[in-house]
């Protein structure tokens, strides 16, 4: 049995075959930091999902999904898009499935195979060999990486809460406004996250436009609010990243 804590309690049913979907259109939904005994499937359609856990932020786009293995604390934000898609998976399952937390690529048959089981009425039997496919595409989907690892320092706590309004400055700055040095910043972000500090503001600013892109935000809008020094200067740093530009992007979401 799953159940999630929040201001919704979703129980999943005790009776479900090896594979059960279930398809939010609540706007509003705020589960908070949870965690099921299945495994997750998790994407939304048309919108993107930004998935929070104890020590990274993952943002998942419309081509892509999340696979959750089972027990992990995680809350789940939705942002733009009609509705969240969530596949459950008992871990009796017969089939082999990923036992890691990673983002897939959709293709056109594992985005057809989620679309099937989880629109499906939820006492509908299936097809062994649809639920085979389904677990083999999951597993062998091509990954890509969309994730945000978090430092943990005390020292940066109140500098990373505050990401929430405003983008995070260069090393100087930033530094400057913790009161520590260059150097004891740049050794903690490189000791909790594995990447230096500039890697990591470049994947923040990316992530967080990608989160603006999907909520309608224009090209110029997102490259003022990220604080780009012009338009065609965010436009080159997201292809650089993406391999195309912002309004082609913003198709995913049309």
């Not at 099921?36 to 999902?49: A, D, K, R, V």
């Not at 600013?205 to 338009?231: H, N, P, Q, R, W």
Request: aromatic share 12%; with cysteine; proline share 5%.
């Amino acid at each position: 049995m799953s159940i999630v804590k929040g201001s919704h309690d979703y129980i999943c049913d005790e009776e479900f075959d090896d594979v059960y979907g279930f398809v939010s259109n609540d706007h509003q939904f705020d589960w908070g930091m949870h965690s099921h005994q299945e495994s997750q499937l998790i994407l939304s359609p048309s919108g993107c999902i930004t998935v929070n856990l104890q020590s990274q932020k993952l943002v998942i786009p419309p081509n892509c999904a999340i696979w959750l293995p089972p027990k992990i604390e995680h809350s789940i934000e939705r942002r733009g898009g009609e509705s969240l898609v969530t596949l459950f998976f008992k871990s009796s399952i017969g089939y082999t499935v990923p036992n890691d937390l990673r983002v897939l690529r959709l293709n056109s048959l594992l985005n057809a195979l989620i679309q099937r089981v989880s629109y499906a009425s939820s006492n509908r039997q299936f097809h062994p060999s649809l639920i085979e496919l389904l677990c083999y595409e999951s597993y062998q989907a091509p990954l890509t990486d969309l994730s945000l690892p978090l430092p943990t320092d005390s020292r940066l706590l109140a500098w990373l809460n505050s990401l929430e309004e405003y983008s995070p400055q260069k090393l100087g700055v930033m530094a400057k406004k913790i009161g520590a040095s260059e150097k004891t910043i740049s050794r903690i972000f490189f000791k909790e996250t594995g990447m230096h500090y500039q890697e990591w503001r470049k994947r923040w600013l990316l992530l967080k436009a990608i989160e603006l892109l999907s909520e309608g935000e224009s090209v110029t809008g997102c490259a003022l609010t990220l604080d780009f020094s012009t338009t065609s200067a965010f436009i080159y740093f997201f292809k650089q990243a993406m391999h195309t530009t912002p309004s082609q992007y913003r198709k995913y979401f049309e």
